[in-house]
């Protein structure tokens, strides 16, 4: 059966799937997710169409019994252009080859539903309305899938309130000597030795690179590391214990990736799993999304201060 073309007329929510024997989301949520801010997609045309602001399903294309039934298990909305990466590793995949394959993520905030808000397939096919859902008809289809108008007004009248697009999880912010990070001092130390181990291995085993921890020279990078055939790499090293890939960079660490052609950044997600994630991003991609978090103001210069 061919797929139907969406266009952005028709186009009322895209839908991306999850194949739990593919990316054990259940362990995920078992071990305390309850967001999701990307997805991996297919290179098509329907990926890059992706933008801000449009409502996102999760579906889980499991059995339809088990402990991943086929079923709504998110609900929220598309938070951007989709963007590369060089593969994935590490993480809630059950398979390296299948992480390190993916070329192409779509960033979400996608709110994952409790177990008793899930809407499961057995529910979906008892309305008329629903039955032709391409991710019903064509479940080897295209990932994003995606539904009508009509279709996500009848699924609507099924699901919990559909959240906010700015609802999304808030957490600490903690700036100090060991740079910006989410959560306190403390945290942000394991956290980030964590990562440091993790990413010192990955370049080691992977690239079988020689690896220098320079990160108390406040050069802008946490690891320079020699390749064997001598090209070398400054590798800025972000870690955060969730899956979330969202990282914070320092002035200085930002300058280093607009000026240092050999700079790039080595996120580790899940980093004080079992399995941390590692995934490297050039500096191109991180300046296209990186957004002002926070800016110091300093106004002892102007006219008119006292101490």
């Not at 400054?234 to 969202?246: M, N």
């Amino acid at each position: 059966m061919t797929e139907r073309r969406v266009t952005s007329e028709t186009l009322g929510a895209w839908v991306f799937k999850c194949n739990p024997e593919v990316y054990d989301l259940p362990a995920e949520i078992a071990d305390g997710e309850t967001f999701v801010d990307n997805w991996s997609v297919f290179d098509n045309y329907r990926s890059e169409m992706i933008k801000a602001g449009e409502r996102a399903v999760l579906w889980m294309s499991g059995s339809r019994d088990g402990s991943a039934p086929r079923g709504i298990w998110g609900i929220g909305w598309t938070a951007g252009r989709r963007f590369d990466v060089n593969g994935l590793s590490g993480g809630y995949w059950i398979d390296d080859s299948d992480a390190a394959a993916v070329r192409w993520m779509a960033p979400l905030s996608v709110h994952l539903l409790e177990e008793p808000d899930r809407l499961r397939v057995d529910d979906i096919e008892a309305v008329s309305a629903l039955r032709d859902l391409e991710v019903l008809t064509q479940p080897q289809g295209s990932n994003p899938s995606w539904l009508s108008h009509g279709q996500l007004a009848a699924i609507q009248r099924l699901l919990p309130a559909w959240p906010d697009p700015e609802d999304v999880p808030t957490t600490t912010v903690t700036i100090g000597k060991h740079g910006a990070g989410y959560g306190s001092p403390e945290q942000n130390a394991e956290v980030e030795s964590a990562a440091m181990s993790a990413v010192e291995n990955y370049y080691e085993t992977r690239l079988q690179a020689k690896v220098e921890d320079v990160s108390k020279q406040n050069l802008g990078w946490d690891i320079t590391a020699t390749l064997p055939d001598g090209e070398v790499w400054h590798v800025e090293v972000k870690g955060v214990s969730g899956s979330r890939p969202i990282v914070l960079l320092t002035a200085n660490e930002m300058r280093a990736a607009q000026s240092d052609s050999s700079w790039e950044l080595a996120t580790v997600t899940s980093a004080l799993s079992d399995s941390p994630m590692v995934t490297v991003y050039s500096s191109e991609q991180t300046l296209r999304q990186a957004s002002p978090h926070t800016v110091r103001v300093d106004f002892r210069s102007e006219k008119g201060w006292t101490a």
